[in-house]
């Protein structure tokens, strides 16, 4: 009914960019946050950036000055440009979107199936 996915993964250099995007599609009557988490190896997931439909961004501290998140295509779609890329940023990033699909007068939490980002030297 919803679907969420994301491009845009692969491995870089330290200190290289990639841009991640996401969209959201499918019976969607509307969509207020969508954003990116992240899970490296052996930690749990974690926020990393997310923008409600305003356009209101909330960033973690890690990625504060480096990370960069918009949205565009009337707030369906999102990109996370990654700048100054360190080791410790390597994950799967996981799209996130709070969805009202049709059928339903709330919103529930979608995810995409994940997008591996590596880097290293």
């Known amino acids: 009914q919803v679907q969420v996915v994301e491009s845009g993964g692969g491995l870089v250099q330290p200190g290289g960019s990639l841009r991640l995007s996401c969209a959201a599609s499918?019976?969607?009557?509307?969509?207020?946050?969508m954003g990116w988490y992240r899970q490296g190896p052996g930690k749990e997931r974690e926020l990393v950036a997310l923008?409600?439909?305003?356009?209101?961004?909330r960033y973690a501290d890690s990625v504060k000055g480096r990370f960069l998140l918009s949205r565009v295509n009337a707030n369906s779609t999102v990109y996370l440009q990654m700048n100054s890329l360190k080791a410790e940023d390597t994950a799967v990033y996981y799209c996130?979107?709070?969805?009202?699909?049709?059928?339903?007068?709330?919103?529930?939490?979608?995810w995409g199936q994940g997008t591996q980002v590596t880097v290293s030297s």
């Open positions: 996130y979107a709070a969805v009202v699909g049709r059928g339903y007068s709330r919103l529930s939490d979608y």
């Open positions: 499918g019976s969607i009557v509307s969509i207020n946050d």
């Open positions: 923008i409600n439909s305003i356009g209101r961004t």
